[in-house]
């Protein structure tokens, strides 16, 4: 690829996503962006770069921008912040959330849906602590194809075998020929919509807890901020967010603070926050069962 062509994706993608193409990703052009230019019928990638250096379909624009996403993800990743959750967080907000019976959770970059999925069968297997409380898990995502994805969510066994304890794979999901589809039950918990973190995150409302994790790694850090203040707006005075394990606030912006020996939860600065409420649900954590071997 010629180097201008590479300035022209690096500025496009960033204006558009906010995702940052650095030298050594190079590669990636072309081998994520000869598929979209041959579905577009373009007999070149070079031929579709004409194409969108001039007055290019919006369409494709969104393409080139879907198709440089990475969307690596799996059930319970990571694990930790899915203990956190359900060990401290969700303990926390059946106290304090008591009076309105309802919390709302928000997946700034859900990709596939295995991170918002992983939170409703948290919430389901410790429903006795919230008894006709109302959950409301937003997923949202800047790709329409991972997005439908999602909410077909239908799992291959390599993606089932990522993660997930076996006894909820038994429990949640059934199998439909090679692949696992996850139950309307937990699929109902969450609502996916298209969204980029660009954006002014205002219109999304007020959440108790945020999980942007594994998105903000793409952006420069002018944008990290921008997500991050935005992400302040939006949550609880008392809410919590989670970030990836490569990420931090620190550096960034001192509107939140890490809690201490929680890696990757995050509170408003100010908050006065103390995170040892232990777990009360009485049942036994989903996480601690066995996962789903290969
Ligand atoms: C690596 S995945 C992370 C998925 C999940 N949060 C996790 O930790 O497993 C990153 C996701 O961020 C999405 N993404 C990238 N840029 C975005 C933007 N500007 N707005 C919203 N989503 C974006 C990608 O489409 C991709 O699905």
């Known amino acids: 690829m010629r180097i201008g062509d590479f300035d022209f994706y690096r500025e496009l993608l960033i204006g558009k996503s906010g995702l940052v193409l650095t030298p050594d990703k190079c590669y990636l052009l072309d081998s994520r962006l000869t598929p979209v230019a041959k579905k577009w019928g373009y007999p070149s990638l070079d031929a579709m770069t004409i194409a969108l250096r001039g007055v290019a379909d919006r369409k494709l624009v969104t393409d080139v921008v879907e198709a440089m996403t990475t969307n690596e993800t799996s059930f319970f990743r990571d694990k930790r912040p899915f203990e956190?959750?359900?060990?401290?967080?969700?303990?926390?907000?059946?106290?304090?959330?008591?009076?309105k019976r309802s919390i709302r959770i928000w997946c700034a970059a859900s990709s596939s849906g295995q991170e918002p999925y992983s939170l409703g069968m948290i919430l389901?297997?410790?429903?006795?602590?919230?008894?006709?409380?109302?959950?409301?898990?937003?997923a949202t995502d800047i790709s329409n194809e991972i997005l439908d994805h999602a909410r077909a969510g239908l799992y291959t066994q390599f993606e089932v075998q990522r993660g997930l304890p076996i006894q909820l794979l038994l429990k949640y999901f059934t199998q439909q020929g090679e692949k696992w589809q996850l139950s309307d039950a937990v699929r109902k918990m969450v609502r996916f919509e298209n969204f980029n973190?660009?954006?002014?995150?205002?219109?999304?409302?007020?959440?108790?807890?945020?999980?942007?994790?594994?998105?903000?790694?793409?952006?420069?850090?002018?944008?990290?901020?921008?997500?991050?203040?935005?992400?302040?707006?939006?949550?609880?005075?008392?809410?919590?967010?989670?970030?990836?394990?490569?990420?931090?606030v620190l550096g960034i912006t001192d509107r939140f603070k890490p809690m201490p020996n929680q890696r990757g939860l995050y509170v408003l600065s100010g908050s006065g926050h103390s995170l040892d409420t232990p777990g009360t649900?009485?049942?036994?954590?989903?996480?601690?069962?066995?996962?789903?071997?290969?």
């Open 124 to 138: 389901k297997e410790n429903d006795r602590m919230f008894p006709g409380w109302r959950f409301d898990i937003h």
């Open 84 to 99: 956190l959750f359900e060990k401290h967080v969700l303990p926390y907000l059946a106290k304090t959330r008591a009076s």
């Open 197 to 248: 973190l660009l954006e002014s995150l205002k219109p999304l409302g007020q959440f108790d807890v945020v999980f942007c994790r594994n998105v903000l790694i793409y952006f420069d850090e002018k944008t990290k901020r921008k997500v991050l203040e935005g992400i302040t707006e939006i949550l609880a005075p008392d809410g919590f967010l989670f970030l990836g394990g490569a990420e931090t």
């Open 281 to 294: 649900s009485g049942q036994s954590s989903p996480l601690a069962q066995t996962r789903v071997s290969p």
